[in-house]
């Protein structure tokens, strides 16, 4: 088999490239031909995902987290080249999704085996940032398609995926994310958000919409715990306002996907969800800046093939 490692260097807290070193050995042990290549920033990552392709790869690996993955996705989203992954994110909640274990060598046997499965993408297609720098720490100047493995955020997860964007050194998991909510929270002002999917719609104050291919965010926080990467739909977690005390004894229950019980909280299923405001509310995909609403997103099945355990478990979110 003929691939490219692509790393990010500076993923894993700076010390990606040990675990990638490590995967490369393993995989050439099995007879691979395993290019190691550090990226540079997200634009690089995407560039050499297209170079890769473009020389005719058996596959591309990305040595990285999600953010990383986000931007390989963009050229490998509907081809035939399979996705291999290292785990080397703050996150990895796709990893997790799939089953991949979080050890490189590890990883690098599952890859090694050639087990494929293909998943669904998620598509957002988003107004520009642009005029509104002031406002936003960001700048996405031209909407255009995006493809996500993840989940799309609006509102106050917004501002916390914002913050971990800007603050790399922040700890990595949910341990910063829950940290970043309780610094964001006690200024954050709700916003009232328009959301039309599939045959429902809704209108209000919320705190959050997060519309969901995958269970998870944040290193483990099951915001939509019913969502699947392979059902051929998104999963729409709306949280209304409330004041700051419910949604502080809310938070923890993110953990056990027990959040969705409670009144506050509404799943919608859909296939195009329409997202739109007021005012521009900034929307992050994988973690990654992705323009502001007005959004549409859709379900793109079968979209993405991935290296993945022979087995896979479904993920448990602890209920």
């Excluded at 996500?148 to 922040?170: K, L, M, N, P």
Aim: net charge positive.
């Amino acid at each position: 088999m003929r691939s490219v490692l692509i790393v990010n260097p500076k993923a894993k807290r700076g010390r990606a490239l040990w675990p990638a070193h490590r995967a490369q050995c393993r995989l050439q042990r099995h007879g691979w031909h395993c290019e190691l290549q550090p990226s540079e920033n997200p634009e690089h990552v995407r560039q050499l995902t297209e170079r890769a392709v473009a020389t005719g790869v058996d596959s591309v690996l990305i040595a990285g987290g999600d953010g990383t993955i986000h931007h390989a996705v963009q050229v490998l989203a509907n081809s035939a080249i399979p996705l291999g992954i290292i785990p080397c994110g703050r996150g990895n909640d796709l990893v997790r999704a799939l089953g991949i274990p979080l050890d490189a060598e590890v990883a690098a046997e599952v890859i090694a085996r050639q087990n494929i499965k293909a998943i669904d993408l998620g598509k957002v297609m988003a107004a520009s940032s642009e005029g509104q720098k002031a406002n936003f720490s960001f700048l996405v100047p031209r909407p255009s398609p995006r493809f996500f493995c993840g989940i799309v955020t609006c509102g106050f997860d917004s501002e916390v995926a914002d913050f971990a964007h800007r603050h790399r050194q922040i700890p990595g998991g949910w341990v910063g994310y829950f940290g970043a909510a309780l610094l964001l929270l006690a200024r954050y002002r709700f916003k009232t958000v328009r959301v039309r999917g599939d045959g429902w719609a809704f209108e209000g104050e919320t705190l959050l919409v997060a519309t969901a291919n995958c269970p998870a965010y944040g290193g483990g926080m099951w915001i939509a715990p019913t969502a699947q990467l392979d059902d051929g739909l998104l999963h729409v977690c709306i949280v209304r306002a409330t004041s700051k005390w419910r949604i502080l004894r809310l938070l923890p229950t993110v953990f056990s996907g027990e959040h969705v019980r409670e009144p506050e909280v509404s799943l919608h299923p859909a296939k195009r969800v329409h997202l739109d405001s007021d005012e521009p509310i900034p929307l992050f995909a994988d973690g990654e800046p992705v323009g502001t609403t007005p959004a549409t997103v859709t379900v793109v099945p079968n979209a993405l093939r991935v290296f993945v355990p022979n087995q896979i478990s479904p993920p448990m979110s602890g209920r």
